[in-house]
């Protein structure tokens, strides 16, 4: 006897949103061809950018956090990827294009062999200790001079170059973060829709139950965890070979805590609520510098004010809207 | 008749103005906010004045055109992501047509090849070599570095003073390590021991843990260069009431009225300070009475030193007949001696050290801080402190 599921999606449905996706992917691909272009000037162009990269931070914490863990070291494992990417590129003479790839890899590789020891701690006890990593992390790009030149940073880090073509300039380099972030979106997106997904899906809304489900709850863990470290490296050394400056200020506590503020800011419950963070708090501080000695708390009045009226975030907008239109 | 010409007259100056009059944005980046932020108001402070003279004297003349001169300020929080924003705000956005700041050695680092590449003109006050390096030939320094007058200084201090066994504490970041490198080899150059240094971070405000460790070593003199203003009076402060009777030394980096407001006149006597200047001179004491008029409080050294850079760029404008030609405008930067800021006369040096000559010199003096102001006790060349 077979059991029919009516809710379960069939193949033509599932082959139509997949051709949507695909078209949704095309159009932004046609939109972004123009933005340089179409921007006032350059420095529109560089903060879009910075958005872009911060969106990679963000969708990669985003990652961390859907199986229930919250990291604050996350800006160490971008700078990881940065210091990586602009040694091995200026000492070693290896490509940027490759610098970028082993140094993700590399990335990934070193946050998966801490996560396999700090995973075990669960809470409070996990953020404490991905602080101290991140400390660490400074204090070692302080202190190891002989490798990182210490506190004065390294300076003039080449600019990615594929096939003869530099993306150092500011409307260049927006095509690479862009190609970047649509590769990172996708990826966790498809992440998402895994059996991995939905094994951090489980994991996140209750870690307990899902082990008694037989879902090995450690290896996930780890493994989004390397997978997020991974891709803040991967953003890091973008971040490195646009800037061509990188010092232990660069990535710093700080940028840990901006990052888990986009997370909330936007909305964790998805991971379209890490891009929109990132793209409503990076340009912001921006748009304010204007008002000078009032710029931080207009910035912070606007964050209390969204998360107020918006506790789910910014993602939950339309949602907010409805029950503001539905209260009428 | 004669009033119809009189009219006639006076519209076409005004169309004639309206034709030729223009704007010139001038740009700033610096930390006005924090604990560094006294020197960030003193560069602001002197872009303020320089704009306002020029603009009460109907504008900067330059190549048959008048310039009234705007300023776009912008708070680098004293982070090199932030200076690089802001800087590229202001050459792609503001369209400025150059640069006072950034202060400190990463936000200087971060921005550079974005002003190089830009052909922006700087006047900054970073420590870092960067700042005349030959590859950036774009970047003017207003502030002596550590590089410059440690040696000198320290000698007198070693020689005159009897400073044996040194005891410093300086941020943990970039500025902090440089300055730890130079402040100690100089020390250990004249003969002393310099061995006893502590790191902090920035923004900490209880040093007793580290200064015990710091006392307990012996010390008979502290150093207290590399330190922000604020920073630093807590520091004096802190070290009196631990007891400490020996010297407290400033190498360098005004901070002078800032520490005294913070660890009072008493803790502060006594106090051995690097002057930016002779702040006798009466050129000085006009700027300052000027700075305290328009912005109350105390008037950190740097103000005046940045007033004198930022007027030497227009004085090359006006020279080289364009406010867009850096190259013409840094040939004419370079012919320009014997300039008299409010704070003496300016010479350019640097080529001993750096290969260029792009560094601001003032001669600079030593104080002793009496009855809660400091007192000259030594004048300084490049060489020598006597």
């Given at each position: ?85 602009a040694?091995?590129s200026m ?58 030149n210490?506190?004065?940073g390294l300076i003039g880090i080449k600019a ?84 061509r400056f ?83 | ?108 680092a971060?921005?550079v090849p ?16 960067v700042?005349?390096a030959?590859e ?251």
């Amino acid at each position: 006897m077979t059991i029919l599921n009516e809710n379960a999606p069939d193949a033509e449905n599932v082959g139509r949103s997949v051709w949507f996706r695909i078209a949704l992917i095309a159009v932004a691909c046609a939109v972004a061809a123009f933005i340089p272009g179409l921007l006032p000037n350059l420095f529109y162009v560089h903060i879009v950018n910075l958005t872009l990269l911060s969106g990679i931070f963000a969708l990669s914490l985003w990652v961390i956090y859907s199986v229930g863990q919250l990291s604050l070291c996350h800006a160490a494992f971008a700078g990881l990827g940065a210091y990586i990417s602009a040694i091995i590129s200026m000492r070693l003479n290896i490509p940027p294009a490759l610098s970028l790839v082993l140094s993700t890899l590399a990335t990934a590789a070193l946050a998966a062999a801490l996560g396999a020891v700090i995973l075990r701690l669960r809470g409070v006890y996990f953020v404490l200790v991905t602080f101290l990593f991140g400390q660490m992390f400074t204090l070692l790009a302080l202190n190891w001079a002989g490798m990182t030149n210490g506190a004065n940073g390294l300076i003039g880090i080449k600019a990615v170059t594929l096939f003869g073509i530099s993306f150092g300039p500011r409307p260049m380099f927006f095509y690479l973060a862009f190609a970047m972030f649509l590769m990172v979106l996708v990826f966790v997106w498809a992440l998402n829709r895994s059996t991995f997904g939905r094994a951090f899906n489980s994991i996140e809304q209750n870690i307990n139950l899902a082990e008694t489900c037989g879902i090995d709850t450690a290896r996930y863990q780890v493994i989004a965890f390397a997978i997020g470290s991974g891709i803040a490296g991967l953003g890091g050394a973008l971040m490195a070979h646009y800037i061509r400056f990188i010092s232990p200020d660069t990535f710093t506590f700080h940028n840990s805590v901006a990052y888990i503020t986009m997370l909330v800011v936007g909305g964790r419950s998805l991971f379209w609520g890490a891009v929109l963070g990132a793209a409503f708090l990076t340009p912001l501080p921006e748009f304010l510098r204007d008002f000078e000695g009032l710029q931080h708390i207009i910035y912070g009045a606007i964050m209390i004010v969204v998360l107020r009226v918006m506790p789910g975030g910014l993602i939950s907008l339309p949602r907010t809207l409805a029950r503001i239109g539905g209260a009428k | 008749m004669k009033l119809s010409a009189l009219a006639f007259g006076a519209s076409a100056l005004a169309m004639a103005s309206a034709a030729s009059a223009d704007t010139m944005t001038v740009g700033l980046v610096g930390p006005l906010s924090g604990g560094a932020a006294a020197w960030g108001s003193a560069m602001k402070a002197a872009i303020e004045f320089a704009a306002e003279d020029i603009n009460a004297a109907g504008g900067l003349e330059v190549g048959g055109k008048t310039y009234t001169i705007d300023i776009a300020a912008y708070d680098s929080h004293y982070n090199p992501n932030d200076a690089l924003t802001a800087v590229n705000r202001l050459v792609f956005e503001d369209e400025a047509a150059f640069i006072v700041g950034p202060l400190g050695s990463a936000p200087l680092a971060a921005l550079v090849p974005t002003t190089t590449e830009n052909k922006k003109i700087t006047i900054t006050a970073g420590f870092t070599p960067v700042a005349a390096a030959p590859e950036y030939p774009y970047s003017f320094r207003a502030v002596l570095p550590t590089e410059v007058y440690a040696k000198p200084q320290i000698n007198w201090v070693v020689k005159s003073l009897g400073a044996e066994k040194i005891g410093s504490l300086f941020p943990n970041d970039e500025t902090g390590q440089a300055m730890s490198n130079d402040i100690s080899s100089a020390y250990e150059a004249a003969g002393a021991d310099a061995s006893a240094v502590e790191f902090y971070e920035r923004g900490r405000v209880d040093f007793v843990p580290l200064l015990t460790r710091l006392l307990a070593q012996g010390i008979d003199t502290f150093e207290l260069d590399g330190s922000p203003p604020q920073t630093a009076g807590l520091l004096v402060r802190q070290l009196r009431e631990l007891g400490f009777e020996g010297n407290i030394v400033r190498t360098g980096g005004d901070a002078t009225n800032d520490i005294l407001a913070v660890a009072g006149p008493d803790a502060s006597e006594g106090l051995y300070v690097h002057m930016e200047f002779d702040g006798g001179l009466d050129s000085v004491q006009d700027y300052q009475a000027r700075y305290i008029e328009a912005y109350g409080g105390t008037m950190n050294a740097f103000s005046p030193l940045f007033y004198s850079n930022i007027n030497m760029v227009f004085e090359a404008m006006k020279a080289a007949g364009t406010i867009s030609d850096a190259d013409a405008i840094v040939a004419e930067m370079a012919k320009i001696s014997g300039y008299e800021g409010p704070a003496g006369e300016v010479s350019w040096i640097g080529e001993d050290f750096w290969g260029t000559k792009r560094q601001q010199f003032v001669p600079y003096a030593i104080g002793k801080v009496t009855g809660g102001k400091p007192e000259v006790v030594a004048t300084c060349t490049v060489d020598a402190c006597e």
